[in-house]
C-alpha cells in the first residue's frame, strides 16, 4: 500500500519568515496529494491540493509544488503568521481507490 | 450548509466496555470514512463507504470494530470490547464521491479515552 513520510515533524518559524513542508509518497499511481492544517482540538480543514497534471498550486501565502519523478511535495507558506501555528498534514490519494494515506503531521509554531 | 457532524464529543470508558460512534455526512456525499487518529500521527482510515456499502475496510481490526450505514446517510462505528490501545479521536469525514480527488471534509471527531 501507500506510504507517506512528512518532514520536519516540529518547526518553529519567526512571523513574516517562510516555512516548508516536505512530503515523499510511495505509490506512483497516486495522483490527488491534499494539505490539511488542524488546530489543537478541532477537525482536519483542506487548506490546499494539487493533482498530478501539475506541477505548483498557489493560493495567496499558501503553494504547493509535486515532483512526481521524485514522488515528493511540498507545502510552502510565505510571510508566515502566528495563526499559522497548527499542525499540518499531507496526504496522498490514487484515483478510484479513493483512500487518502496520511503523513504523521508537522507542528509549526510561528512566533511573534 | 452544515458540516459534518458526530456524537459523542467526548467518551470515558472502562475496557471491556462497549461503545459506539455516530456520523452525519454532509447532504448529498455519497462516501464516508471512518479514521481513527492516534496522538501526534495523521489519520489512519478505518473503513470507506460508497452509498451503503463497505468498499474498503482492509484497516478495520474486525474482532472487536464493526460499522454499518443503513440507507447510505447515517453511520455508526462501534467498538465492542474496547481496549485500553483504543484511546484515540475517531474522525468521520465525507466526499461527494470516491473516485479519488475529491475534497473529503471532516466532522470533529469523537474523542474516546479507555481506562
Known amino acids: 500500500g501507500e506510504n507517506v513520510e512528512q518532514h520536519p515533524s516540529t518547526l518553529s518559524v519567526q512571523e513574516g519568515d517562510s516555512a516548508v513542508i516536505k512530503c515523499t509518497y510511495s505509490?506512483?499511481?497516486?495522483?490527488?496529494f491534499p494539505w490539511y492544517k488542524q488546530e489543537l482540538g478541532k477537525r482536519p480543514q483542506l487548506i490546499i491540493d494539487?493533482?498530478?497534471?501539475?506541477g505548483e498550486k498557489k493560493d495567496q501565502r499558501i503553494a504547493v509544488t509535486l515532483n512526481k519523478t521524485a514522488k515528493h511535495f511540498s507545502l510552502h507558506i510565505t510571510e508566515t503568521q502566528p495563526e499559522d501555528s497548527a499542525v499540518y498534514f499531507c496526504?496522498?490519494?490514487?484515483?478510484?481507490?479513493?483512500?487518502?494515506?496520511f503523513g504523521d503531521g508537522t507542528t509549526l509554531t510561528v512566533k511573534p | 450548509e452544515a458540516g459534518v457532524v458526530q456524537s459523542p464529543r467526548y467518551k470515558i470508558i472502562e475496557k471491556k466496555q462497549p461503545v459506539a460512534f455516530w456520523c452525519n455526512p454532509i447532504?448529498?456525499?455519497?462516501?464516508l470514512y471512518w479514521y481513527r487518529q492516534n496522538l501526534g500521527q495523521g489519520p489512519e482510515l478505518l473503513i470507506r463507504?460508497?452509498?451503503?456499502?463497505?468498499?474498503?475496510d482492509s484497516q478495520l481490526p474486525k474482532d472487536r470494530f464493526s460499522a454499518e450505514r443503513l440507507k447510505g446517510v447515517d453511520s455508526t462505528l462501534k467498538i465492542q470490547p474496547a481496549e485500553l490501545g483504543d484511546s484515540a479521536v475517531y474522525l468521520c469525514?465525507?466526499?461527494?464521491?470516491?473516485?479519488?480527488?475529491?475534497?473529503?471534509?471532516f466532522g470533529p471527531g469523537t474523542r474516546l479515552l479507555v481506562l
Open positions: 469525514a465525507s466526499s461527494l464521491d470516491g473516485t479519488g480527488g475529491e475534497t473529503q471534509y
Open positions: 505509490d506512483s499511481a497516486s495522483n490527488y
Open positions: 494539487i493533482r498530478s497534471n501539475v
Open positions: 496526504a496522498a490519494s490514487r484515483g478510484n481507490a479513493g483512500k487518502s494515506t
Open positions: 447532504s448529498g456525499h455519497n462516501t
Open positions: 463507504y460508497e452509498n451503503e456499502e463497505a468498499v474498503d
